[in-house]
């Protein structure tokens, strides 16, 4: 059994009802500016799951300025 809970808060999708584990962290505003989803938390960074950021990259179309998620 792998434990998560012990040092590192685990950081989920910020899209709601998501849940996944986040892997990418990108602007919140361009995030929302570019998709029609609901975004949880307050940081100016917007974390994405693996398929959402799939879904965000496909529908913007650029890949500049983004960042991976750094721990
Ligand atoms: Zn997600």
Not at 17 to 37: F, T
Not at 44 to 56: G, Q, T
């Amino acid at each position: 059994m792998r434990r998560t809970r012990d040092d590192a808060p685990e950081e989920n999708c910020h899209v709601s009802g998501c849940g996944q584990p986040a892997e990418r962290s990108l602007s919140r505003k361009k995030v929302a500016d570019a998709m029609d989803w609901t975004l949880t938390g307050e940081d100016k960074r917007a974390l994405l799951c693996k398929a959402h950021y799939k879904d965000y990259k496909k529908a913007t179309k650029e890949d500049r300025k983004i960042e991976s998620l750094r721990r």
